[in-house]
């Protein structure tokens, strides 16, 4: 079943965590890709000064991020509420 599944991927994720000495060292190959990613977007030819790129790609990162806070707001007001109202409860 998926929802086996789902459990089994979280409970060796937590064992991976739990097993890790060093969280930051670990993440920190993903992370160096995203920031190039944006750097390599802002900037493809590499004209700009190492200081001005990242500079620029924090922008481009703030507003990637701040566009996918954007569309999830925008969803969830779309979204029919699933929330139960505590003071009326059946």
Known sequence: MSADRS???RLAAHESWARTA???ARTEPARRAMLDRFERLIDPDGVLSPEEGARRAGHARKAYFARLALRSAQARRK????????????
């Not at 979204?79 to 059946?90: G, N």
């Open 7 to 9: 459990l089994i991927a």
């Open 22 to 24: 060093d969280p930051s």
């Open 79 to 90: 979204a029919p509420s699933t929330r139960v109202d505590e003071d009326h409860t059946q």
